[in-house]
């Protein structure tokens, strides 16, 4: 939804201002940030953190390993050695500015050069890390989105080594991480037993509550001149599981219902990640055995994907000559993962559906077996 980057920011009270008192006070050098998808941790970082990174001296970068999940190892350092060859800031973090951060075609075509990219990766972060805060004397904050994307990554001696730079690189180097998975954060914290891992202090990015819920119906007034019944947007908000996201594509539903009852605006928005959206057509483009991979999931049912339980059900169900096995299973989710339809959660073995709306979608579609 496109319309969604141009709808105002709610700004967090008094959280940047932790975060500087944190990273200033001597005490810790790291924080951690949890919550889960689609709650507002990116744009939190863009819309305030760095830009304050700015107000406060410091020269701040901004990597999403996210988009380079597929190896964020070799996304991680190719996207520092970016920084250290455009010798730039983020100065201003649009949007513009945070695409070119991401693994832009021209780092991507310079490394592309070499006939194996990832042979010493450790020795290329090292570089890069030191390359990067050597560029001046002032306090260079890294901001890493979608950090525990590297728990899933398979080189444990690359943390290791990302750890002992980090630490190298201290007072000057502050780092600030997002998750959105606390067992995965947790879990890789406590796997590499580093003393800067766990001297890492996690904080949560607060839920949005009332005050939010008051300024998106002020705003659908200054649009539309009607008033919202902020009470009635409030328990739509509760509805949709307190994600800001949906408020604001229900409240832009709202007004595109020509009527002021957010609850018009919430069946509009649950219409379009039905019949009319493109959940529909991500589920018709599944093929069946991706479909009972993800209506497990959507069902929240509690049998691993991997166990022998779940293969003997979609063996029946899909009634193919062929058997499925874990291995098999394990395929049809990489293959997911790929398209971006799965996310690994950050433990072997476990996955969750990217989307909590496509989630939704399917969950509720499940509940009306007739419609298979
Ligand atoms: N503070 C906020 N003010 C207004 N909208 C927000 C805010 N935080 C989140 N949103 C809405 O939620 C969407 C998802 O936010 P995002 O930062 O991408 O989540 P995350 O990074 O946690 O997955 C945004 O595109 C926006 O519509
Ligand atoms: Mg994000």
């Given at each position: 939804?496109g319309s969604?980057?141009s709808?105002?920011y709610?700004?967090?009270?008094?959280l940047?201002?932790?975060?500087h008192?944190l990273?200033?006070?001597?005490?810790?050098?790291?924080l951690?940030?949890?919550a889960?998808r689609?709650?507002g941790?990116?744009l939190?970082v863009?819309?305030?953190l760095l830009?304050?990174?700015?107000?406060?001296?410091?020269r701040a970068?901004?990597?999403d390993?996210?988009?380079?999940?597929?190896?964020?190892?070799l996304?991680?350092?190719?996207?520092?050695e970016g920084?250290?060859e455009?010798?730039?800031?983020?100065?201003k973090?649009?949007?513009l500015l945070?695409?070119?951060?991401?693994?832009?075609t021209?780092?991507?075509?310079?490394?592309?050069?070499?006939?194996n990219?990832?042979?010493?990766?450790?020795?290329?972060?090292?570089r890069?890390?030191r390359?990067?805060v050597?560029?001046?004397d002032?306090?260079?904050?890294?901001v890493?989105d979608?950090?525990?994307?590297?728990?899933?990554?398979?080189h444990e001696?690359?943390v290791s080594t990302f750890?002992?730079t980090?630490?190298e690189?201290q007072?000057?180097?502050?780092?600030?991480?997002?998750?959105s998975?606390?067992d995965?954060l947790?879990?890789?914290?406590?796997?590499?037993?580093?003393?800067?891992?766990?001297?890492?202090?996690?904080?949560?990015?607060?839920e949005?509550g009332?005050d939010?819920?008051?300024?998106r119906?002020?705003?659908f007034e200054?649009?539309?001149?009607k008033?919202?019944?902020?009470?009635?947007?409030?328990?739509?908000?509760?509805?949709?599981?307190?994600?800001?996201?949906y408020l604001?594509?229900?409240?832009?539903?709202?007004?595109?219902?020509?009527?002021?009852?957010?609850?018009?605006?919430?069946r509009?928005w649950?219409?379009e990640?039905g019949?009319?959206g493109?959940?529909?057509?991500?589920?018709?483009?599944?093929?069946?055995?991706?479909?009972a991979i993800?209506?497990?999931?959507?069902s929240r049912?509690p049998?691993?994907?991997?166990?022998a339980?779940f293969?003997?059900k979609?063996?029946?169900?899909?009634?193919?000559?062929?058997?499925?096995t874990?291995q098999?299973?394990?395929?049809?989710?990489?293959?997911?993962?790929?398209?971006?339809?799965?996310?690994?959660?950050?433990?072997?073995?476990?996955?969750?559906?990217?989307d909590?709306?496509?989630?939704?979608?399917?969950a509720?579609?499940?509940?009306?077996?007739s419609?298979r």
């Amino acid at each position: 939804m496109g319309s969604q980057d141009s709808i105002r920011y709610f700004p967090r009270k008094d959280l940047v201002e932790t975060i500087h008192g944190l990273l200033t006070s001597g005490l810790t050098h790291a924080l951690t940030m949890f919550a889960g998808r689609r709650m507002g941790k990116t744009l939190f970082v863009k819309q305030e953190l760095l830009p304050a990174a700015e107000t406060w001296r410091w020269r701040a970068y901004y990597i999403d390993l996210w988009v380079r999940r597929d190896n964020p190892e070799l996304g991680l350092v190719e996207e520092l050695e970016g920084f250290v060859e455009r010798k730039q800031t983020l100065k201003k973090p649009d949007k513009l500015l945070a695409k070119a951060g991401y693994g832009s075609t021209g780092i991507q075509a310079e490394w592309s050069g070499a006939s194996n990219p990832e042979i010493d990766l450790q020795g290329r972060l090292k570089r890069a890390m030191r390359a990067l805060v050597g560029q001046g004397d002032e306090s260079v904050l890294l901001v890493v989105d979608e950090f525990q994307t590297l728990a899933a990554g398979k080189h444990e001696d690359f943390v290791s080594t990302f750890r002992a730079t980090m630490q190298e690189l201290q007072p000057q180097l502050k780092l600030f991480f997002t998750g959105s998975s606390r067992d995965a954060l947790n879990s890789m914290f406590r796997k590499r037993k580093a003393p800067l891992f766990e001297s890492a202090m996690s904080l949560l990015l607060p839920e949005l509550g009332d005050d939010f819920v008051e300024d998106r119906a002020a705003i659908f007034e200054e649009i539309t001149g009607k008033q919202m019944d902020a009470a009635e947007l409030g328990k739509v908000f509760h509805k949709i599981a307190h994600v800001p996201m949906y408020l604001n594509q229900i409240v832009l539903h709202t007004m595109l219902s020509l009527t002021a009852d957010p609850w018009e605006g919430f069946r509009r928005w649950q219409r379009e990640l039905g019949d009319q959206g493109s959940y529909e057509e991500q589920w018709l483009k599944l093929k069946p055995v991706d479909r009972a991979i993800v209506e497990h999931l959507a069902s929240r049912q509690p049998a691993s994907l991997f166990s022998a339980e779940f293969s003997a059900k979609v063996t029946k169900r899909l009634g193919e000559e062929k058997p499925y096995t874990p291995q098999r299973i394990q395929t049809a989710v990489n293959r997911m993962v790929k398209n971006m339809v799965l996310a690994p959660k950050g433990e072997a073995g476990e996955y969750e559906i990217e989307d909590r709306a496509l989630e939704i979608y399917v969950a509720a579609r499940t509940a009306r077996p007739s419609d298979r």
